[in-house]
């Protein structure tokens, strides 16, 4: 696009599109608060597609009440845009909104070259905000030309607070009505996700079909120049169909008939980047072992089973420790806490959640432990990490049980993850 006039309509009905967001029902979130308009870094938020990036952003531009232009570049309207043009782009707003102190600059990443208009800007003591769905691309030209002078912020979609939010479900009401009502939007969340857009759409599996092929042919496949682009695909639906799953490089390779393990790491790595998947890391006090065996689970339980052709079947006790991990992951990046899982030939926890070299939590996830042999077994996972870490702070979480524990003098709290979800507090 060279043509000012042209770009002149595309910006102008993106101001109208951004402007619609103030009649739409809206949920605060936790990380608008972490947005520093008065910060002289870019505040850069990144996320899955359709996590809810631009509406935060609105919000909390609209919060601080700060006059802000906006460009939106995922529009195929700036397909083969270069970024000696955006100069032209800044024009064009200045005569659109006419003063402004902001620039909302959303899916910036697609303009190769981008970070160099940024830093001007910030030189020039212009406030940005940035959103990403390609955590490489961001992060990598932040590091090398924005150093120090950019504040990343990641976003997952919809907690299960947030969820209840938008369907006016009462979270703190301690009565038998509420309790059952919270009981079922939570049955509801663990089958639907978090997605925003998804609430409103009664066709879903179309919805997360065309996200996730979005995500890897645009974010994936035509970034990385991906020439055998079935296996790509083919892996990415093989370990959606099986999250959580700890990766073994050498049988997928063979799986997929590709070429080399490296191949592999590279695809699950590209994965990660566009956040359709999160990796949990195997928790040890040696760095090595801790690089090795990642665990990578799906973004959101939607990605799950709610796609053409998907076999993962409902496996209740997967979405539930999937729920989980979006949580847990959320909570800790507010706070920089980092979660592993524990696997040891005696048995296994599903998370540590350490500050610094120091686990401070313990967390097993179980769908169902009212057979004995499931109980004892979740139980024995719980102590196993307390042994390990020496963490007492140790809790299992189910799907409706409350209760405590008192096993060989180690206090286990037992609790349902819709309760444990709402009191974290996002």
Known sequence: MTDIRELEFLLSEQQEDIERRAKEKLCHRKETELVDLTSPQAQVVVGVRRSGKS??????LKEAKVKFAYVDFDDERFTDFKAT?????????????????????????????????????????????????????????????????????PLFPFSFREFCTMKDIDTEKMTTQAEAFRRAAFDEYMQQGGFPEMLAMKDNKSYVKGLVDNILQRDIEQRHKIRNTAAMESLAQHLLNNSPA????????NTFKLKSEHTVKNYIEYLKQAYLFIGVKKYSQKSKIRLTQEKVYAVDVAMMNQRENAFAGENLGHRLETIVL??????????????????????????????????????????????????TRE????????????????????????????????????????????????
Not at 55 to 60: G, S
Not at 104 to 133: A, C
Not at 343 to 368: L, P, T, W
Request: hydrophobic residues 40%; contains cysteine.
């Open 326 to 375: 979006i949580h847990l992951m959320r909570k800790c990046k507010m706070e920089n806490l980092d979660v592993y899982y524990l696997n040891e030939r005696s048995g296994e926890c599903d998370f540590v959640v350490c500050k610094g070299n120091k686990a401070v939590q313990a967390i097993q996830v179980s769908y169902d432990i009212s057979a004995e042999k499931t109980r």
């Open 85 to 153: 043009q955006l100069n032209d782009v800044l024009g064009v707003l200045y005569k659109i909104y006419k003063d402004f102190d902001c620039l909302f600059l959303d899916e910036i990443q697609n303009i190769e070259g981008w970070h160099l208009f940024v830093n001007r800007m910030l030189r020039q003591k212009m406030h940005v905000v940035i959103t990403g769905s390609n955590a490489k691309l961001l992060s990598g030209e932040l590091a090398t030309h924005l150093s120090g002078r950019s504040k990343e912020i």
């Open 246 to 253: 700890i990766i073994a490089a050498k049988d997928l390779a």
């Open 55 to 60: 509406t935060l952003c609105y919000q909390a």
């Open 379 to 426: 139980i024995k996972g719980v102590l196993l990490a307390a042994k390990h870490t020496g963490c007492e702070n140790l809790l299992l979480l189910t799907d409706h049980e409350f209760n405590n524990t008192d096993i060989d003098g180690h206090k286990i709290k037992i609790q349902p993850v819709y309760d444990w979800a709402l009191k974290l507090g996002i």
